[in-house]
C-alpha cells in the first residue's frame, strides 16, 4: 500500500462479517520483522496494526489466504494520521481485481 500523503497507523482486518467482527477463517496474517504487531478480537489474530509510530508513505504485510472465501469478503483498512485522526478508510474487494 502507498500513499501521497504520511500517515501515523494502519489497521488491516478482514471485513467484518457476522457479529460486526473480522472473520479469523479465512486466512492467517504474516506479522514478520518489527513495523507490524497482530491484532487480537475475541475469535483470535484478526489483522495487523503498525508497531512503528514514525511518519510513513508505504506499508507491507502479508495475508495467507485459507481457501477463496476471503474473495467474497474482502479487506478492511483504516489509516490514521493521528490519535482519533482517520486519514482514510476503505474495503478491499479481491473478487473486483480477479485475484
Known amino acids: ?3 501521497r500523503e ?3 497507523g494502519i489497521l488491516v482486518t478482514t471485513n467484518f462479517a457476522d ?3 473480522p472473520d479469523t477463517s479465512l486466512g492467517e496474517w504474516d506479522v514478520v ?3 507490524f504487531k497482530p491484532v487480537e478480537g ?3 489474530i484478526c489483522g ?4 512503528d509510530p514514525s511518519k510513513k508513505k508505504a506499508a507491507k504485510f502479508r495475508f495467507r489466504k485459507n ?4 474473495k467474497r469478503v474482502g479487506f478492511r483498512v483504516l489509516i490514521v ?3 482519533r485522526e482517520v486519514f482514510h478508510q476503505f474495503v478491499v474487494n479481491p473478487a473486483d481485481y480477479n485475484v
Open 1 to 3: 500500500m502507498k500513499s
Open 6 to 8: 504520511a500517515f501515523k
Open 19 to 21: 457479529g460486526g467482527e
Open 33 to 35: 520483522g518489527q513495523k
Open 42 to 44: 475475541s475469535r483470535g
Open 48 to 51: 495487523v496494526t503498525h508497531a
Open 67 to 70: 481457501g477463496d472465501a476471503y
Open 81 to 83: 494520521t493521528g490519535p
